[in-house]
């Protein structure tokens, strides 16, 4: 039998500011660009864990898990603070979604019992994205890495992410 562990409200909260909110209040917003090339413009970029909804439409309110090396379990359900921005990347797009774009954002976290770690994002856009780009999250939290990052399944409304330009 495999310990799981729930980021639950009550055990995680992890204050989750929406990502552009928190480049505005951090500074950290002129790091948001759609590559690390200089020639290139300043992107704002909102993220969500999404949730499917009837017809071809996500909201925001979704749930992703990832797994430890000891087969232990994260699931992410509410709300992070975001401390910092390691790395944002984008590629590919969402032809029936005006602004949503895949990609990667690495980002710094602090839970709610104190605890640090790197919760990584990742959104594999149906047009123009990389066979390399995974769907869902992986996390870091204290001294355990949850790598290993639950795929979508068809009929099961978990582990699907989306990102979306503000500008």
Sequence with gaps: MTAKYYCKSSIVRVALLLLALTACITGLAPLFSSSA???TTAAHIRWDIITIVPGPFAQPGGIAS???N???QITITGSYRITGLVRWDEKGTFPQEVNAVGGLAVLRVEF???DHGVLTVSCHAASGSDPAIFE???MSKSFVDYWNREAPVGGVDAN???FHRLD
């Design 160 to 162: 699907r992410t989306l």
């Design 70 to 72: 000891d087969g232990s």
């Design 37 to 39: 090339r200089a020639d």
């Design 136 to 138: 869902g999250i992986t």
């Design 66 to 68: 990832a797994l430890a």
């Design 112 to 114: 709610s019992d104190g």
